[in-house]
Every structure is written in structure tokens, then in C-alpha cells.
């Protein structure tokens, strides 16, 4: 089985919200996380989706 | 010299002059010059040899001599393999893929076109020996007129309506009209979208485009050609920018977003209007006869 599509990380500023199984990092506010997600969407060579406004996931298509 | 050097000629003439005809280099900038061109040329030259000593092997009763032509159809059907190994090849070199229903659509093609330039020389020789050289100028301007019809297919604007839409956010989610296209979460990277994005709604004439346009081939055809002839805003290590086509499932209208780097409406319009409509992906539901024998 292939996976063609897969959580890189996930970017939040809610620690209650943390989702497992992947690389979290937690941020301070959304100006934060929006610096952390471009930053990792490039890295990682993803897409940086927002599930809320409190989590974001970098998705590799 | 034999009574068939001059008619034998004739046809090879003709025959080659077919096959340079057919590979015009377009906007899909393939045959790239010079080398590709010189491979079909030659394999041109070959068909048409092939086929303009048909009609005088007939003439000498040499039967045996038609058995070639099935020598040259294994021939040509490694033409269409080395033209999809190539082109699937260089695909994952491409900024916006052709994909492989538009790959192997061109490769039948290129098979094909070796068969039309067999039909041409042998048809020429025919008229050039049963009548004069007239007679074999006619049958190979008749011959060139059926191949044009035959190498040309049906294109987009024949069973899609096309129109533009402005592409929209709602929340992270990007839409086209009311097709959703994907989710992007960075307020900087909407911005971008929304800048050089522009959206376009198919909406089928009837209900065979709906599944020709469902295919995902074909709409990946269209991603291809829009991209190719405006030029596409991205660079490798950016997925969010990539051109997407997604289809509404309650009437079967297809969104499609792309990033030229020329947001010309009208141009894109043309090019979305002329793309092919790609043999693999062509389907007749209508067709089927529900209430028949075997359904």
C-alpha cells in the first residue's frame, strides 16, 4: 500500500488540541503560527491547511 | 528503370511529404526540433515505402510481398511505445504534468499517422499507374485531405460551455463558483491565489461531456494546455500553487483554478475552448441501450 498523502506536522496554539503521531509545534499566538507554517510548508515541500483557527497540519500531496 | 520506378517514386514522395505535414510542431512544443523530427520523418519515409510497393507487388502477383505491412504494424506499434516512454518520462519534469491519458493519447497518434502515410503512397502509386500522373496527384491530394480529417479530433468547446469565475475563499477553503478546490491555511498564500488565480466553470452540453469531463486525464489535459500557453505561477516546492480541476457531483460541471503568469480571460478562454478532447476519455452513456439485449 502507497500513501499519497500524509501529515508532515501540525502547528497549534491550543496544547489541548494536540493531535498525536505526528510533530507538533505549539505557538504563542496565530501571527506565530502562520510564521511557523509558511516556514515548515517550504521546508517539507507540503501544504499548509487550516483545520481551525487554533490548528494548522503541513500535508505532504 | 523499370514501368514502376516514376510511380514508386511518386508514392514515397508523396507518402513523406504527408508525414512532414502531420508533424507540425504546436503550442504542446512537440516534435521538439530537430532531432524528434528527423526520428518520424524517417520512419515516414519507411511507411511510405512500405506502402507504395503494395499496389506493384499486386500488379506482379508477388502476394507473398503484402506480408510486410504486417511487419510494418509491429514496427509502428513500437513507435507509439517509444513515444509513451519518452513522453511519460519527461512528464515528471513538467511543472504541470500532461498525465498519462493525454501521454497515450499522443502516442496513438503518432502510430496512426504512420498508418494514414502508408494509405497515402499506396493510394498515389494506385492513381499514378492505373490512370497517369494526374490521376496520382489527385488520389494523393484526395489522400491528404481524408488525413487532415482523420488527425484532427474533436476539441473541449464541442461539448463544454466555458466560462469564467472570479476564484473566492471561504474561511481557508478556495472555491470556484460553489466547486470547492482545496485548503489553503496561510492568509500570504491566499493572497497569491487570489492575485494571479483565475477560475473557470465547464458545464457539459449534454450528458456524455459529463463523463468525458469527469475524467481525471482529461482534465489534467486541460491543467497541461492552459498552463503551457499562459505559463503557470509556481515552482517546484510549492504544492499550493499547483492548477487543480474538481468537479461538482450534483450537475457534473468541472472547476478548474489555474496561476497563469498572463491572467489574460479571453486567451484562456481560446486555449481551454481548443484543448482536445483525448480519445481515452471520451465517454457515451447514452449510448447504451438499456432496455436491449445484454444490458
Known sequence: MVLEKYILAAITTNPSKIPSGTAVFHCENKKEMEIIAANLEAILDGIAHALTEELYVIVKH | ?295
Do not use: C
Open chain 2, 1 to 295: 528503370m523499370s514501368e514502376y520506378t516514376y510511380p514508386i517514386l511518386f508514392g514515397l514522395a508523396a507518402g513523406t511529404l504527408t508525414r512532414i505535414y502531420m508533424l507540425r510542431t504546436d503550442y504542446r512544443q512537440y516534435p521538439t526540433y530537430l532531432h524528434g523530427k528527423i526520428i518520424h520523418v524517417a520512419l515516414g519515409f519507411i511507411a511510405a515505402g512500405l506502402g507504395t510497393v503494395a499496389i506493384p507487388s499486386i500488379m506482379e502477383e508477388d502476394f507473398t510481398a503484402i506480408t510486410f505491412l504486417t511487419l510494418a504494424a509491429s514496427q509502428f506499434r513500437e513507435v507509439r511505445n517509444m513515444e509513451r516512454n519518452t513522453l511519460t518520462e519527461l512528464d515528471s519534469y513538467e511543472m504541470v504534468p500532461r498525465g498519462k491519458t493525454y501521454i497515450e493519447g499522443v502516442a496513438i497518434a503518432f502510430e496512426s499517422r504512420n498508418y494514414l502515410v502508408i494509405f497515402t503512397s499506396l493510394l498515389s502509386t494506385l492513381g499514378y499507374l492505373l490512370f497517369n500522373i494526374w490521376g496520382g496527384l489527385a488520389a494523393a491530394v484526395l489522400s491528404i485531405l481524408i488525413s487532415t480529417k482523420l488527425m484532427s479530433g474533436g476539441r473541449l468547446k464541442d461539448i463544454v460551455d466555458v466560462e469564467f469565475v472570479e476564484p473566492r475563499f471561504d474561511g481557508a477553503g478556495l472555491y470556484v463558483d460553489n466547486i470547492y478546490i482545496m485548503n489553503i491555511g496561510l492568509p500570504n498564500r491566499q493572497e497569491e491565489v487570489l492575485r494571479y488565480g483565475m477560475g473557470f466553470i465547464l458545464k457539459p452540453k449534454n450528458f456524455n461531456a459529463r463523463s468525458t469531463i469527469a475524467n481525471l486525464g482529461q482534465r489534467q489535459a486541460i491543467l497541461h494546455d492552459v498552463s503551457t500557453a499562459l505559463g503557470v505561477y509556481r515552482d517546484s516546492g510549492t504544492p499550493a500553487l499547483v492548477p487543480l480541476a474538481k468537479r461538482d457531483l450534483d450537475d457534473g460541471r468541472v472547476g478548474v483554478f489555474v496561476l497563469p503568469q498572463e491572467k489574460d480571460i479571453n486567451k484562456a478562454l481560446k486555449v481551454i475552448e481548443a484543448v482536445p478532447t483525448l480519445e481515452n476519455a471520451i465517454r457515451m452513456p447514452t449510448e447504451r441501450q438499456t432496455n436491449g439485449k445484454g444490458s
